[in-house]
């Protein structure tokens, strides 16, 4: 099983980016996903999830209103759009799925700076 992430980068505040996790190795969809991230001192953090069809998500409530996570299972990929960025945003962001265990990809760093 391999998680890997793409997307991250430098950002203005007020802007947006895009993440992407692409998922290999499971044998099916039926998996939640979820993306965490961890600001330099600081403890991972949960940020969104969503369950293994799609049908729900939840947010924490530092990004509800300005992140959107979602799935495409015909291409075994999890997003995390990002809008209204802000400093404190600033972070590695990591994709999580949960199938018997938790799996980890390798993070992405997302940089908010002006």
């Known amino acids: 099983v391999q998680l890997v992430e793409s997307g991250g980068g430098l950002v203005q505040p007020g802007g947006s980016l895009r993440l992407s996790c692409a998922a290999s190795g499971f044998t099916d969809s039926s998996y939640a996903m979820n993306w965490y991230r961890q600001a330099p001192g600081k403890e991972r953090e949960w940020v969104a999830g969503i369950s293994s069809a799609g049908g729900r998500t939840n947010y924490a409530d530092s990004v509800k209103g300005r992140f959107a996570i979602s799935r495409d299972n015909a291409k075994n990929t999890v997003y995390l759009q990002m809008n209204s960025l802000k400093p404190e945003d600033t972070a590695v962001y990591y994709c999580?799925?949960?199938?018997?265990?938790?799996?980890w990809g390798q993070g992405t760093q997302v940089t908010v700076s002006s």
């Open positions: 999580n799925a949960v199938y018997f265990r938790n799996y």
